[in-house]
């Protein structure tokens, strides 16, 4: 040890002496000879089990080494508590006698200067030799420490070496360190393998509540993995099989650093609009509220939860749930859409379930398939579910409970699995309410609850407005300040349809100029539903709701940008801002 070692090492010791001092003890104090036994002693050795196996095991290979140098091996917990002991049995009944032993505790505060507690203490490697040791009971011994730390680099305990003074090894101390470092890398080991472990669960886990459809392909490009998604879409037998490009499957192949461990991945991906139906992408609109009821119907599709989609007439409900089944992992399979409110009640099983031939008097000769049947594997779109009347209620309830189904004049049941869209201009809460709607089947149909906002609500009619004519080839995209004025002010109440139709009449009569106000005919439709109207007077809307809600549009149209929404409404700025203020208009 060269003398800057030993300069060190005498620092850490008079430290520790002063320490000592402090804690009020006394050289020739009797040393405390209280052990842990029982079952404190046993929770420790519970709560330390891991080290005291790795260092059992390092310790029985050292061990001819240990009882040849007349040494014993410790190992120690954070708290000074010896709980593994192995060495030399002549040397170990010495050592008992100052309580060197198992269940003795050597904290400073307990044994005064000894190479376990500082090590503790200081968190650093430290031999404490003869009369360095504040006790003058412990002056025979000289003992070597090192702290072993937990992988994230917390003090777990100490590994001990300790014998006769006069017998001391120079390398005791670098053994120490050495058995100390094996057990933490032992300890990194265990950490590592467990947290691959925990990693393969969580990969797992999440591949199989992943919606889209994932296989891992070995070497041979055989299927060795594969979520619940994909087993539905290749069948439940496919581990072990070769994969021969299954369609609308692509194949990532993953390799390490060095390309000596390669596999693949493959996953398919929904592909939107087949078969001639709307995808979200067809769907036009820049309004933060309906983006936002896009977006939520897009991670709807990916999943089979039931979708119930809410709103007024008009505000494309079927365009949404045609883009759902476009964008879900069913968009290859058939697309059902049934009025709920247009089949007679005494044509609902027939309708729903189908029919054996013969079935009933005017029944087709060779029978019909239901259209629950007819979408099996794919959606079926309830539209229009709030008219139903109870009985149909009640078979349709039957239906999405034991999911199949029985043709009216047969008794074999059909299983079925169908992905349900369901939508509704009514407020079902209140029909439940009223009798009219049963609640068992309300709470069947809202998995994913979506509402969609109606025209007046968003902010983007102009745009909507531009959109229409560019996709339907008009020549005058733009429109003068004057219809744009006339639109903002119209309530709207056949929402999205309603605007269809009189921008399709407005181009027509424009012919090849711009559209002007005098294009734009609306129907003179009772607007309750888009004004609060007042109870005591005629079902019309008063001017104060009517000018606030130009007002609102004009600003929701232009962002709050007082200039441009007072020129749409063709009012000065100035008063736009004070009829702001007196309505208590807010963004």
């Not at 800057?4 to 040393?31: H, M, N």
């Not at 070769?242 to 990532?252: A, D, L, Q």
Request: net charge neutral; hydrophobic share 35%; glycine share 8%.
């Amino acid at each position: 040890m060269s003398s800057l070692d030993i300069q060190i090492y005498s620092e850490v010791v008079a430290s520790s002496w002063k320490r000592c001092q402090r804690y009020g003890l006394k050289p020739t104090d009797p040393f405390d000879d209280r052990l842990l036994t029982g079952k404190l002693f046993q929770e420790r050795l519970k709560e330390n089990a891991t080290l005291v196996r790795h260092a059992s095991q390092i310790f029985d290979t050292i061990k001819p080494f240990i009882q040849q140098s007349g040494q014993t091996a410790l190992l120690i917990d954070a708290q000074g508590c010896i709980l593994y002991a192995a060495g030399d049995p002549g040397f170990s009944k010495r050592a008992e006698a100052v309580q060197l032993q198992v269940g003795a505790v050597w904290d400073e505060k307990r044994k005064g200067t000894n190479a376990i507690g500082v090590a503790i203490t200081e968190k650093i490697p430290v031999r404490v030799h003869a009369a360095e040791h504040f006790c003058q009971a412990n002056a025979f011994l000289t003992c070597a420490s090192s702290p072993i730390f937990s992988p994230t680099g917390e003090l777990i305990g100490v590994i001990n070496f300790s014998g006769k003074r006069e017998t001391y090894h120079h390398y005791s101390l670098t053994l120490a360190v050495m058995v100390a470092e094996s057990l933490q890398n032992r300890l990194l080991l265990d950490e590592e393998k467990q947290d691959h472990l925990v990693t393969l669960q969580e990969l797992e886990f999440t591949a199989n509540h992943n919606p889209l459809p994932l296989l891992s392909l070995d070497r041979d490009n055989r299927i060795i993995r594969a979520n619940q998604a994909a087993l539905r879409a290749v069948g439940k037998d496919a581990i072990g099989k070769p994969f021969n490009g299954i369609e609308g499957f692509s194949v990532k192949t993953i390799q390490d650093s060095n390309r000596t461990v390669s596999r693949s991945v493959a996953v398919r991906k929904p592909q939107e609009g087949r078969h001639g139906l709307y995808s979200f992408s067809d769907i036009a609109g820049i309004c933060p509220n309906f983006v936002e009821k896009k977006e939520l119907a897009s991670k709807a599709a990916l999943t089979d939860i039931p979708v119930l989609l809410l709103g007024e007439s008009g505000t494309g409900k079927e365009l949404f749930a045609q883009s759902i089944h476009s964008a879900s992992l069913r968009a290859d399979r058939p697309f059902i859409a049934v009025n709920c409110g247009a089949i007679p009640d005494s044509l609902v099983e027939s309708e729903w379930f189908g029919y054996e031939r013969g079935a009933f008097t005017g029944a087709n000769r060779e029978g019909s398939t239901g259209k629950f049947e007819a979408a099996h594997t794919g959606t079926i779109f309830l539209d229009e579910i709030g008219d139903m009347s109870l009985r149909a209620q009640a078979a349709l309830l039957r239906v999405l409970q034991e999911r199949t189904v029985t043709p009216v004049g047969s008794t074999k049941s059909r299983r079925i699995d169908v992905r349900i869209v369901a939508a509704t201009h009514k407020h079902l809460p209140l029909e439940i309410k009223e009798g009219r709607f049963r609640a068992d089947l309300y709470y069947r149909l809202k998995g994913i609850q979506i509402t969609l906002p109606s025209l007046r609500e968003r902010s983007d009619l102009l745009t909507l407005v531009e959109h229409w004519l560019h996709k339907n080839g008009c020549p005058h995209h733009q429109l003068p300040e004057e219809t744009k004025r006339k639109l903002l002010r119209y309530g709207w109440p056949g929402n999205i349809r309603e605007l269809h139709g009189v921008l399709t009449q407005a181009s027509f009569l424009a012919g090849e100029g711009p559209i002007r106000p005098e294009h734009l005919h609306f129907d003179e439709l009772d607007q309750t539903d888009t004004f609060e109207c007042r109870s005591d007077g005629p079902s019309v809307p008063t001017l104060r709701d009517a000018e606030i809600g130009a007002i609102q549009r004009a600003l929701r149209s232009t962002g709050w940008n007082l200039s441009k929404s007072a020129a749409l409404l063709d009012i000065g700025r100035t008063t736009l801002y004070r009829k702001i203020e007196q309505y208590g208009i807010e963004p």
